[in-house]
């Protein structure tokens, strides 16, 4: 078993632990992660909710996905940090920031979704499988 994958906002208010490996690591250049982001795509690593330890209080916005499913972003109330998101319609997953890790260089991204929204300048690996949308889990 690998060591916990540890993480949290950039004044330490929320903190999280989680054992297991990602079950999915991705580049998303969805609008919504890049209009959170700031930046042209959000980078991602979801597990399985139940190796989840989770420690502070995230303030919660809900917003509706392109699948018409609501998607919770948790970001920190002190340093405004986006720190994870969880899924109305799988609530077995967590899904963290790659950003939020104690340590970032574990994130191996898997594929890019919602490619179909990329724009040039946002240069991804271009080796990895790319998706117009979100494949199913």
């Not at 995230?58 to 002190?78: E, H, I, Q, Y």
Request: net charge neutral; glycine share 10%.
């Amino acid at each position: 078993m690998s060591k916990p994958y540890t993480g949290g906002c950039a004044c330490g208010a929320i903190r999280y632990e989680i054992s297991g490996e990602p079950v999915f690591s991705n580049d998303c250049q969805c609008r919504d992660c890049q209009s959170e982001s700031g930046t042209g795509h959000g980078s991602h690593l979801t597990f399985r909710r139940d190796g989840v330890k989770l420690e502070g209080k995230a303030t919660l916005w809900d917003m509706v996905a392109d699948s018409g499913n609501v998607k919770t972003r948790a970001f920190c109330p002190t340093c405004g940090s986006p720190v994870y998101m969880t899924f109305a319609a799988m609530p077995e997953f967590f899904t963290v920031r790659a950003a939020s890790l104690d340590d970032p260089s574990r994130y191996k991204p898997q594929v890019v979704t919602y490619g179909s929204r990329g724009y040039a300048w946002d240069h991804l690996d271009p080796t990895l499988p790319k998706f117009d949308k979100m494949p199913p889990m």
